[in-house]
């Protein structure tokens, strides 16, 4: 029986010596277009495709593998007296290695001028019909999508004349998967252009970045999955400097502490411990602001996740190298930064584009059996419409610590409270049951800073209690989303203790 090799790829890369090899084992080579030119001038002996189909390229190349003598070959059960049959009687030689890879749809979607015909001409149709035709018939066909798999197929040629079984179904399911990651991608840009929010069907691809050592706990496995052409601002596409590998609970408490820097365009120290924020603090430089966050809780810090807006300069890296903390995550480092940091082994650094436009995605959290879907909360105070629900109105000092305090108390679990001033937290309240146990606690945290602090909440009083604890603490001014059919308790009680109480309209939940 005639050896034949079917090969036509985008990825050019080590396909000569591919060819050659195979050439030298007795393959025929089958190839088209750029590829065919490519193994020609390299001196590889190629027969055109239109050569074995008997029929030209037609339709600016849209038509040229979709034909039965190559469908033919690549889908014949070899040992089958019936395949046999038709085989001979229609002329159709047996294809037993196919490489294949794709037209850059994803390439091409990438480039910020692409136009939407550049998109639709990359959408390859051939392609996956040969590689999904080769992968169904993997008990007789060698399929091969990625360069790196070209030394093991042709280890095992060398070594037996043929494949390993486990071998070509261990390559027939990465084709289904790369197909299967293609056409994701397709229809993700696809379903984008058409305008529809809640397609009947959801396809994503994430792409292996990280085999963790284990999950959340040391008996959970995990590993860690990146979005292509995900957001650059993102602990995905950070470049890690120094340090250990990344763990899940880093990965997590770093996406948090991202996500609460990103509301702040002065310069902003954020500490995160368990996905909570224990520190936040703004200031004139990153050394002001780091000096703020770890004053808020400088108990908590401890073996915490920092992130900062701005470069981190020798002086904060001092101060930074004085704590034992598992990451540090700014724009950039200088080089007398880098030189203090990396002075200690195990602290990751990283670095994240600060200055990228920042795409808004879709956030999907999994259930068992399912997936969630829904926007980031982006909904700041200034798109709120905001009252003052009080007899007296918050002052202008006031007003700065209320907006620090409602950037800050969206990041935090519900049930959640702040208490601030206006640029540093000075005690947080995360995750309770009830509103007033937050309130206790991020009270009690904050202890005599409280008096002439503000508190924010994530959602409103369903009590007037809450308002009450703050009174007894020395809070000055209250902002919270309002919605409870006892709002007006609260409102009587803030005015009772001269307390000045913003209502915004918008809760801001986080479980």
Known sequence: MKKRALISVSDKNGIVDFAKELASLGYEIISTGGTKKALQESGVDVIGVSDVTGFPEILEGRVKTLNPMIHGGLLAKFDQPGHHAQMEEHGIDPISIVCVNLYPFQQTIAKSDASVEDAIENIDIGGPAMLRASAKNHQYVTVVIDPSDYGTVLSELNEN???????????????????????????????????EENPEKMTVTYELKQTLRYGENPHQKAAFYRKPLGS??????????????????????????????????????????????????????????????????????????????????????????????????????????????????????????FDVEKKEEARLTSIEGGLLVQEYDRYSLEDATVTVATRREPTEEEWAALKLGWKVVKHVKSNAIVVNNKEMTLGVGAGQMNRVGAAKIALEQAGHRAEGAVLASDAFFPMDDTVEAAAKAGITAIIQPGGSIKDQDSVKKADEYGIAMVLTGVRHFKH
Do not use: W
Not at 161 to 169: D, I, N, S, V
Not at 179 to 190: G, H, K, N, Q, V
């Open 161 to 195: 004349g043929e494949t390993q079984p486990a071998t070509r179904r261990r390559l027939a399911a990465k084709v289904f998967r790369h197909t299967a990651s293609y056409d994701s991608l397709i229809a993700e840009y696809m379903t984008k252009l058409a305008g």
């Open 232 to 353: 650059e601002f993102s602990i995905a596409n950070a470049e890690q400097l120094h340090g250990k590998e990344l763990s899940y609970n880093n990965i997590n408490d770093a996406e948090a502490a991202l996500q609460i820097v990103r509301e702040f365009k002065d310069p902003a120290a954020v500490a995160v411990k368990h996905m909570n924020p224990c520190g936040v603090g703004t200031g004139k430089d990153t050394y002001d602001a780091f000096t703020k966050a770890f004053e808020a809780d400088p108990v908590s810090i401890f073996g915490g996740i920092i992130a900062l807006n701005r470069e981190v300069d020798a002086e904060t890296a001092k101060k930074l190298h004085e704590i034992f903390l598992e990451i540090v995550i700014a724009p950039s480092y200088s080089e007398e930064a880098l030189e203090i940091l990396t002075g200690k082994k195990n602290i990751r650094l990283l670095t994240i584009p």
